[in-house]
């Protein structure tokens, strides 16, 4: 209220008063207060979902406003994210192709030539990063067998057999996200947990994010692999809100960011997708889960289905995290009661 008051003072009391009317509307409702009890409860009625240890975070202009922990659980417990580890993934790329060593479009075989063979000459990075590869997706990984992604993506590219041509048909699996991950260790001569450790989980202050297996002698998994905390993922969050920038730092460029929140795939063309992400346009490794009147993508999450649930609001400068302890069955229709709660008291800028 003091800009309102500085306001009056310059055009005269009389002329004013409607102005002082308006401007109160204006500044209240600017900043109308969430109803953080409301969300509390909300919570509490829903623990079967959630289980015992959760920890719900909200982050508003640059800052955690309202936090919710229970049993165990807190901002800095750090635990398996899932498929939210695919988000911090892509972010990875888009920073190597900031810096000119590779592109969305790229073939995968150019990095590895194993790739030009068996029919899969045509994948590119931006097929990984979109499920849409052509491999098939549905045999399970041989978790542990693999000492490094070198090892694994060899494996891929021998034995995954081509379903459809790269580019065609949307299938939910892991494999792009191993692939373009050990593309990037090629191209930068290093591992992909100690890449992505010092192009953007340090820059981010994440400092309790690791993708490294926790038995050393296994391949890192860049698609559900990492270990994160709320606090640590919510400095992600608040880098994509600021365009890119984290406490002074252009992690991204505000170009980066509007590609990684593009839309890649409509709704009608993805098949083969779990429950919980149906119904959802597809950005580069995150889902549109909110649009405005234009159509256009506002609300993204990248959802781990057994853990972490992460949402950004781009209009509304919000970004909230529900994080409970691994294999808990978070609901899509918690997180859009959540979102209700908090778009009755922030519009749009």
Not at 45 to 66: I, M, P, R, W
Not at 76 to 90: F, P
């Amino acid at each position: 209220m003091y800009h309102a008051k500085k306001i009056l003072m310059t055009i005269g009391y009389k002329k004013s008063v409607c102005l002082l009317v308006l401007l109160m509307v204006v500044f209240s409702s600017s900043f109308a207060q969430i109803d953080t009890a409301s969300l509390t409860t909300l919570l509490q009625k829903n623990k079967e979902q959630l289980g015992k240890h959760y920890v719900f975070a909200l982050l508003k202009d640059g800052k955690t406003s309202y936090k919710h922990e229970s049993g165990d659980f807190n901002l800095k417990t750090q635990e398996n994210i899932g498929a939210a580890s695919q988000w911090l993934t892509a972010a990875l790329v888009l920073i190597m192709i900031q810096e000119g060593k590779v592109s969305l479009d790229d073939k995968v075989s150019t990095y590895l030539p194993t790739f030009t063979k068996y029919g899969k000459g045509y994948i590119t990075l931006r097929h990984c990063l979109t499920h849409n590869t052509g491999l098939d997706g549905s045999k399970a990984f041989e978790k542990g067998k693999f000492k490094n992604l070198e090892e694994e993506v060899e494996h891929i590219a021998v034995n995954r057999e081509i379903k459809t041509n790269p580019g065609t048909e949307f299938y939910y699996s892991n494999v792009g996200f191993k692939i373009v991950a050990r593309v990037l260790e090629v191209v930068a001569k290093k591992p992909f947990d100690r890449l992505i450790k010092e192009k953007l989980t340090s820059p981010l202050a994440m400092r309790n994010t690791s993708f490294a297996n926790e038995n050393y002698d296994r391949a890192p998994d860049p698609a559900t692999g990492a270990r994160s905390t709320a606090f640590d993922y919510l400095n992600f969050l608040s880098m994509l809100l600021n365009k890119g920038s984290f406490n002074g730092k252009q992690v991204l460029t505000e170009e980066s960011v509007n590609i990684l929140l593009s839309i890649q795939a409509k709704m009608t063309e993805i098949k083969n997708v779990p429950k919980e992400l149906q119904q959802s346009d597809l950005a580069l490794s995150s889902w549109i889960v909110g649009k405005n009147d234009k159509d256009e993508p506002i609300v993204f999450s990248a959802p781990g289905l057994n853990g972490m649930y992460p949402v950004i609001d781009i209009c509304r400068g919000y970004a909230f995290i529900i994080f409970p302890k691994n294999e808990a069955d978070v609901k899509r229709e918690l997180v859009q009661q959540a979102r209700s709660m908090i778009e009755e008291a922030v519009s749009c800028k």
